[in-house]
């Protein structure tokens, strides 16, 4: 599905061409293997004769981890704030059948009950009444800006708790009178989207049933008021984003000394895989030698990020760094596995009946949209793929013939559907070629998307076989290089330590700088 809720960062719309700069510097500085080792070598010769690298491992304390936690949890809601321009906070009630649903009613209606109960009194008892304005006061001045002064004398002046407490020890408070003046400075405060809301308050008599949907809609207020906050801070946010979350990660690492743990192991696979096919290749005979393999590190990095859309993330844990992203990496790659599938599909039913459909653009659209609702859901356990195919298989067939007999031909003979409908339910087969196929292409696009300095303004071109997808691969291919590109420049100073030390056998820069470099 697309991700129309995220902040592109590619392009125009990175958040800082130095962040983005400092990430290249880093990685370029890796490039040259020679030249870089002595680099290398020269620095971390300065730091092997720290006393911290002959000291005992420091225990992690419960504060470390809690500090750590806090710092993480900041850190993704500042990330999902800057990259999601659809994020809201949402009050989360419990289901009204669930138990904590039906405890949190009753002890509100007791409430309620008893406050109706105060007020029909001879004489009333306004004691609660009194602590509900007291409440209901401070939270109208919570919504005031620094300027609201006048508004805010105001509200002082006529829910003056003391004079409000001695009319009622005379039996002289007007409590419908308050509620109205309450009701109205909602009215003033309030976004437009609570006009309704405020509406019904005013038509409503009973007091008790006012007071309740009073604080009713100053929940949603409330709620209103920090969605505002949060779309105001989302520019600063954008611009600090690299910064702040560079800075973040770095305390985390602090509190938790191993917080690369998975981080280097998703590296290392790269790293492995990478000097494998270069010691096989070494080996093919016409090739010369090398006493030591040289590997690009941003080729390393890229085969690294291009893993994440064939990650297990039900069974697999996802590498530190990605964390933030983990829910819209997962989004990702189960819509990448649809698209692969109906453009399977699609191979399969040019290659059988192509030359009916070819020149039917309607009858291809058809087809594309059954697979996508029969396919809807196919990454969750439950489902049941086989079914699925040969449901297509039918449906496909069912298409076929009906535009076969509107154009006067013949339809398919019960050969060719069951044998259409058998290569349908073989594409789950683990060997399939055509799968195996679809997904080496669609691989070669998405690495082609991370060799792009603008994925936006110049997208790659769609490998053969894959037309029927395009549009959907090249909204999916954007929203995933904007994911690696951020990651990139947030983390690419710890990458670059991870890589030394995997590629060259040198020790990590201790501390990274997350400060944005000087002209």
Not at 238 to 260: A, D, H, M, S, W
């Amino acid at each position: 599905m697309p991700f129309n809720d995220e902040k592109q960062y590619v392009g125009e719309d990175q958040p800082s061409d130095s962040d983005s700069s400092r990430f290249s510097e880093s990685m370029a500085s890796l490039s040259d293997y020679e030249c870089s080792r002595q680099s290398f070598t020269s620095d971390s010769s300065s730091k092997s004769s720290s006393p911290a690298s002959t000291s005992p491992p420091r225990v992690v304390t419960f504060d470390d981890v809690m500090a750590a936690a806090r710092n993480l949890s900041n850190m993704t809601l500042a990330h999902e704030i800057a990259v999601n321009d659809h994020f809201q906070l949402k009050q989360d009630a419990p289901s009204e059948n669930s138990l904590a649903g039906r405890v949190k009613h009753i002890v509100h209606q007791a409430f309620w009950d008893v406050l109706e109960s105060d007020l029909n009194a001879d004489p009333p008892e306004y004691d609660y009444a009194l602590k509900l304005f007291e409440e209901i006061r401070e939270i109208l001045l919570s919504f005031l800006t620094p300027g609201g002064n006048r508004l805010r004398n105001q509200i002082c002046e006529v829910l003056d708790i003391e004079l409000i407490r001695q009319q009622a020890k005379h039996n002289a408070v007007d409590i419908q009178g308050l509620a109205n003046y309450v009701i109205s400075t909602m009215g003033k405060l309030c976004a437009p989207v609570r006009d309704g809301d405020i509406r019904e308050l005013k038509a409503t008599g009973n007091i008790v049933e006012v007071l309740r949907q009073i604080f009713h809609v100053l929940d949603l207020m409330k709620m209103d008021m920090a969605n505002f906050t949060i779309m105001s801070l989302r520019p600063h946010l954008q611009r600090q984003l690299v910064e702040y979350e560079r800075t973040k990660f770095q305390e985390i690492l602090e509190e938790t000394p191993n917080g690369l743990e998975q981080t280097t192991e998703w590296i290392k696979e790269s790293v492995d895989e990478e000097l494998l096919s270069l010691s096989e290749t070494a080996i093919t005979p016409g090739t010369e030698n090398s006493s030591t393999p040289s590997l690009s590190p941003t080729l390393v990095l890229n085969n690294s990020y291009l893993k994440l859309l064939q990650w297990d993330y039900q069974k697999k844990e996802i590498p530190e760094t990605l964390m933030t992203d983990g829910t819209r990496l997962q989004e990702l790659t189960e819509k990448l596995n649809q698209l692969k599938m109906i453009a399977c599909l699609s191979l399969i039913t040019n290659n059988m009946v192509g030359a009916i459909t070819e020149g039917q653009p309607e009858l291809a659209n058809r087809l594309k949209r059954i697979s996508a609702v029969l396919l809807e859901g196919m990454n969750k356990e439950t489902f049941n793929l086989k079914e699925a195919l040969k449901s297509i298989g039918v449906q496909t067939c069912i298409e076929v013939n009906k535009t076969l007999k509107e154009r006067g031909l013949p339809v398919l003979n019960a050969e060719i559907q069951a044998n259409l409908i058998g290569q349908f339910s073989s594409i789950e087969d683990k060997d399939n070629s055509i799968w195996s196929l679809v997904d080496k292409r669609i691989q070669l696009y998405m690495k082609s998307l991370l060799c792009l300095p603008s994925p936006q303004k110049c997208m790659p071109p769609i490998p053969g076989g894959l037309a029927v997808i395009q549009q959907e691969l090249e909204v999916l291919g954007s929203r995933y290089a904007n994911i690696v590109n951020l990651n990139k420049q947030v983390y690419g100073p710890f990458y670059a330590n991870i890589l030394r030390k995997l590629l060259f056998g040198e020790e990590a820069v201790g501390k990274v700088d997350a400060s944005p470099p000087t002209n």
